[in-house]
């Protein structure tokens, strides 16, 4: 009989590693790497039957957690620095569930801000908030001149969201870096793992095309020429379309240089209409292992 490997961990709860205390314990730690648009997500589930948890341990949100995994007998890898946003406790049988945020919840980016950006660039502005969060930009960024944007009365996580969404960008908070990266370059990554079939315990792959947008349609305005330029393209090979009445996708792409020359705009990107990657690790101790 093959030999399966068991999975490992450790959790630190503030400076304090409290791994092995909390093991006979543990019912299901989780975590989830977003590949955008929202932090990334450790849920740690304990049965709580003598009240530990309920009553003298009852976590503080805001209170840190520094988690790894991996397998017996190899390195562990680490995932990261949460903040807990969420505590929850559940009756028969006595349960508590700690929800973190990688972002955290007490950090400075997630106050409103009211602040307006001027003849700059896509990449200066990202620069920017991240000096004023104290964070490190991490990924690539395409030199996109922007006229003017204002982040009314928005978090700086809110505006960046939408500085990404709206430029073809992906955006997360790890740590102490903000990743912000063009969407053309996350497929020119190297794999980080391969799963072979045989070691994977389930498998789901799903295609649809209810709420699927028919069309991408952009527009870009050309400073120098006072005019919008407007381009709208068809994802390739789509045999079948969704009966549903036509979805607008607003994307924003400014005229670059070499584009303005040709009155076109940036290429079109329309992988996103149709997908959206989530890559969840999920452990389950002492029992086994799950990865979906």
């Known amino acids: 009989m093959t030999n399966v490997a068991q999975y490992d961990f450790s959790l630190f709860y503030e400076k304090t590693n409290i791994s092995a205390e909390i093991e006979p314990h543990l019912i299901e730690l989780s975590y989830t790497d977003y590949l955008e648009g929202q932090s990334d997500e450790l849920s740690v589930t304990f049965e709580d039957i003598q009240g530990k948890w309920i009553r003298q341990w009852f976590p503080t949100q805001g209170d840190k957690l520094i988690a790894a995994i991996g397998y017996k007998g190899s390195p562990l890898v680490e995932i990261g620095g949460f903040e807990i946003d969420e505590v929850e406790y559940a009756a028969r049988p006595s349960t508590i569930t700690l929800r973190a945020l990688s972002s955290g919840i007490s950090k400075n980016y997630r106050t409103l801000k009211p602040k307006a950006y001027e003849n700059t660039t896509l990449a200066q502005i990202v620069a920017q908030v991240a000096e004023r969060l104290k964070l490190k930009v991490v990924g690539t960024i395409k030199p996109i001149p922007i006229k003017r944007v204002t982040q009314y ?17 992906s955006f997360k908070i790890v740590g ?107 452990v389950i101790s002492p029992f086994g292992a799950i990865l979906n």
């Open 153 to 169: 009365q928005e978090r700086d996580v809110e505006f960046l969201s939408r500085l990404a969404r709206e430029y073809h960008h």
């Open 176 to 282: 102490n870096q903000l990743v912000f990266t063009h969407k053309d370059e996350l497929g020119k990554s190297e794999p980080v793992a391969v799963l072979d079939e045989r070691d994977v315990i389930s498998l789901r792959l799903r295609d649809r095309i209810k709420d699927t947008a028919r069309a991408v349609e952009i527009k870009g305005f050309d400073a120098n020429g006072k005019k919008v330029i407007k381009q709208r393209k068809m994802p390739k090979n789509a045999a079948k379309i969704s009966s549903n009445p036509l979805k607008q996708v607003v994307i924003r792409y400014a005229l670059l240089p070499e584009a303005r020359a040709k009155n076109k705009l940036m290429p079109v990107p329309m992988p996103h209409l149709r997908s959206k990657m989530m890559i969840s690790k999920r």
